[in-house]
């Protein structure tokens, strides 16, 4: 291990949880607003990544059973806005008003710039062995990959701008609702997880 190297990689982490954490909000608010199910979807995957990524910042200095408690903790908030997203899914498709798409659209690209914010500045320590375990790397993938969702919804925006209909939304929330409800499962397992973490994050 790099001991010289941890404090900029705890550093790093830190602040891509706190991005994520603040953008949770600004898409939660702007998902209740719209009563967009995509944005609802969406916004349970940046609170995922607070989530990853504080266990990661906390799981580079701190023993095992202390990861255990702080893993149990960390799914049991992902589960709130998980069961919102659902609710509104359901709730959407019963009466199925179109959101704003210039608002939708936005929302979506101020998502997906900072998911690719998070990703370079993970992308230098992604390769790094000062965790030996493969965990910062895991982190960088979830931003990559949380990208795509975001420009998802940015074409479910689009789509909406053409036809006024509520269906690429729920559509687009659905996906997304259906990669992330397991979160809270990862977020537990990847607590608790004494082989390669990698085995799980590389499924998302």
């Known amino acids: 291990m790099d001991k010289a190297s941890l404090p900029a990689i705890r550093r790093t982490i830190l602040t891509v949880a706190f991005l994520n954490a603040a953008y949770f909000v600004v898409e939660f608010v702007m998902a209740i607003d719209l009563g967009s199910v995509s944005l609802f979807a969406d916004s349970v995957d940046f609170l995922e990544d607070t989530a990853i990524n504080l266990l990661v910042f906390f799981a580079l200095t701190w023993s095992f059973a202390a990861r255990r408690t702080a893993g149990s903790v960390l799914a049991g908030i992902i589960l709130i806005p998980a069961v919102a997203a659902l609710v509104t899914a359901v709730m959407k498709i019963v009466n199925p008003v179109a959101p704003e798409p210039g608002a939708l659209t936005t929302t979506a690209v101020g998502a997906l710039i900072v998911n690719v914010v998070c990703a370079v500045l993970l992308m230098r320590f992604r390769d790094d062995d000062a965790d030996s375990s493969g965990l910062v790397r895991g982190a960088w993938l979830a931003a990559r990959n ?59």
């Open 146 to 204: 949380d990208a795509l969702a975001n420009i998802l919804i940015i074409l479910a925006g689009l789509a909406t701008f053409l036809v006024s209909t509520a269906w690429f939304d729920i559509v687009a929330g659905l996906i997304i609702s259906y990669i992330n409800f397991t979160a809270s499962k990862e977020v537990w397992e990847a607590a608790r997880f004494q082989g390669d973490p990698m085995e799980l994050l590389d499924d998302d």
